[in-house]
């Protein structure tokens, strides 16, 4: 069995998650409605494109796990009649990932597959050694579900770029977002408090959606 390297690296995704983050708070800040494609429960960030895939990526202190559900894939066993099993995506995985695939990660992609309640994915990926692999090319996985995350993989100047376009956001709102991130990142598990001329960039209908998911990452406003 093939292991293959998808040509980047678990601390690249995690910047890339707290900064598609950071854009998303302040995004919803104006429109509370698109709260729910972007969040964290614990360690587990939580993405939903609305348009037929879903992820959730674990950061553990064991490495990293992703886990993809894209709809419209060939792989969708939920539109064909043929067996599944999720363990042809997780084959090769260390098992202390397993465990905490089995144990969390995969409990977020839980949807009724013949007439039980199941886990089910159409792509994954994990660490090893300090890079993101998977039992298949990145191509693949991108195709199946992993495209939910290719803004995260970016780096950081072409990620902001693409946020600030995605979601519409004024000078301003760029500003914010980049000084966020860098301190972010600076202070690392610290919590951060936003300053008032920060937060009133952030006073509108979706304000207390945003607070949410901004305290989901450290960030108080």
């Known amino acids: 069995m093939t ?12 910047k890339g998650a707290i900064m598609g983050t950071i854009a998303h708070a302040i995004w919803v800040a104006d429109d509370p409605l698109v709260a729910a494609l972007q969040a964290w429960d614990g360690p ?12 959730t990526i674990t950061f553990g202190e064991s490495g990293v796990i992703g886990v993809f559900f894209d709809a419209k894939s060939a792989r969708n066993p939920i539109a064909s009649s043929g067996p599944y099993s999720t363990d042809r995506y ?3 995985m ?7 695939a089995k144990k969390h990660t995969l409990q977020f992609m839980l949807q009724e597959y013949q007439g039980k309640e199941v886990p089910v994915v159409t792509a994954a990926l994990w660490s090893k050694e300090g890079e993101l692999v998977a039992v298949e090319p990145w191509e693949d ?14 780096d950081d100047e072409t990620a902001l770029g693409e946020w600030q376009d995605n979601y519409a956001l004024s000078g301003e709102q760029v500003g ?3 000084s966020l991130f ?24 979706g304000a207390e959606q945003s607070k949410d998911i901004f305290a989901s990452i450290g960030i108080d406003v």
């Open 141 to 154: 996985v991108l195709e199946n579900g992993g495209h939910i995350i290719r803004l995260q993989l970016k």
């Open 176 to 178: 914010l977002l980049r």
């Open 90 to 92: 997780l084959e090769g």
């Open 182 to 205: 860098q301190r972010k990142l600076d202070s690392g598990d610290a919590r951060l408090r936003l300053a008032d001329a920060e937060k009133r960039l952030l006073a509108g209908a």
């Open 44 to 55: 587990h960030y939580l993405l939903n494109d609305v348009s037929g895939t879903i992820a």
């Open 94 to 100: 260390p098992d202390d990932l397993m465990l905490l």
């Open 3 to 14: 292991i293959h390297n998808l040509g980047f690296n678990p601390k690249q995704l995690r």
